[in-house]
DNA sequence: GCGACAG
DNA sequence: ATCTTGTCGC
């Protein structure tokens, strides 16, 4: 069963806010070059959105710091959201990104002393049909140094067969035997997107790591990889863990 | 026209 | 994104 308006409604839009121009504009801003001192890192932030069922009007942003290495949570707030626009492939964070900016930067108005100097984005960087995605959004608007890491491959439909869903699947299966192998996502037009890369050994499928602003790839991986004692990276596993429970506690069971 | 598509 | 229990393995 598909949704015949959820497509008009896409559409419509896309027509009316310009989103497509805006990421272009946006897109300029990003800095992929490396601003990180992993030595140096002592807090380490995590985002993510969660959604209560049946409701598609609401929804909580979570904001999480950890120290680093040790991953002991250290703050996290929440910021209650009325969503405005459906979920579009590839404008996602027209959808989320606003919260979380609120929520960093309330946190660096109230306590700077644990602001997070680098954060994970549930959802994609640099790996995205323009080079922009929610962890570019978020980094480029809060001037803070992001990575994206989603669970899931997003299509990227002007690259060719190596970036094809099919052929990134069959890769995977093949070079990702163990925790920290990685397979290189890179497009025909020789534009590196990002990696998978496996986080643990015990989960088979990985996840997409790709440069959100102001760090490079090789850093992106590294830092993703020593975050994560399972698949997803402990910042985001407890902004996700965190939101989810928020929900619980805030809305009425549906 | 259909398919493919982070959260 | 969201629902859901136990269960298999280290």
Redesign the pocket.
Known sequence: M?EPDAEWQRKNCLKCYNYFREQERLRSLVKLSNDIDIDQLKYIGGV????P?NDNKHAVACLVVLDYPSMKLVHSSFKQVVLTLP?I?????FREVEPLVALLKDLKAANPDIYPQAILV???GVL?PRQF???CHLGVLSDTPCI?V??????I?QEGSSME?ADVKSRCNIALQRRGDTVELVGSSGFTYGVALRASDSAKNPVFVSQGHRIDLPTAVHLVLSCSKYKNAEPIRMA?GL??QY?RDHYPTS
Request: charged letters at 15%.
């Open positions: 598909s993510d959105l969660s959604f069922l979920y492939p590839g404008y996602l964070a549930d959802g994609n995205h995605g929610l962890a994206g989603a669970k899931n491959f997003l299509h439909p869903m996700d939101s989810r929900i």
